[in-house]
């Protein structure tokens, strides 16, 4: 009988060391990839505007600055413009909301105008840069280049 036992005790301790073995092989760390760089904030795109909640913000930070001057916390402020922000009804908002709304059309428009930049590929950019640093506008500068054009066409006749 103790062969038996130790026979029994070998067993159960071969299934406990194979499944620790499956375990350890799934609790493997994966590979990770080099993450790919992040492409840079273009400085020149527009910012986008201000909720209503945040244009009303600017109009109370002043407000409770005056009435407060001692108090310097920011949380403070931000706390008690929210409680006057929940207090307040949608006629009191109204206003806040119609500049929020103004903004963000003026924010579309200028995204439009980006996004054309952009999608022209900055072919824009470059013959404003041109323009600026030769001082002559944009037809001078196209009429310049039909001249040497021109000239090199004129020199090859001659030959």
Same mark, same amino acid.
């Given at each position: ?15 406990? /060391?194979?499944?620790? =073995?499956?375990?350890?092989?799934? !609790?493997? $760390?994966? &590979?990770?990839?080099? #993450?790919?760089? %992040? ?43 929210? /409680?006057?922000?929940? =207090?307040?009804?949608?006629?009191? !908002?109204? $206003?806040? &909301?119609?500049?929020? #709304?103004?903004? %963000? ?43 040497? /054009? ?10």
């Amino acid at each position: 009988m103790k062969g038996g036992k130790a026979k029994a005790k070998a067993e159960t301790t071969k299934k406990t /060391e194979s499944k620790l =073995s499956v375990k350890n092989t799934a !609790k493997k $760390p994966a &590979v990770r990839k080099p #993450a790919a760089k %992040k492409a840079g904030k273009d400085p020149n795109k527009p910012k986008r505007p201000a909720s209503a909640f945040f244009v009303f913000m600017e109009e109370f930070r002043k407000q409770y600055k005056e009435k407060h001057p001692n108090n310097k916390s920011v949380a403070a402020v931000g706390k008690a413009c929210g /409680e006057k922000w929940k =207090s307040m009804s949608e006629a009191d !908002k109204a $206003p806040f &909301v119609a500049r929020a #709304a103004k903004r %963000k059309t003026e924010y579309e428009a200028k995204m439009v105008a980006y996004n054309k930049k952009q999608s022209s590929g900055g072919k824009a950019e470059e013959e404003e840069e041109e323009e600026a640093s030769s001082g002559k506008s944009k037809s001078e500068v196209e009429d310049d280049d039909d001249d040497d /054009e021109d000239e090199s066409g004129e020199e090859e006749d001659d030959d």
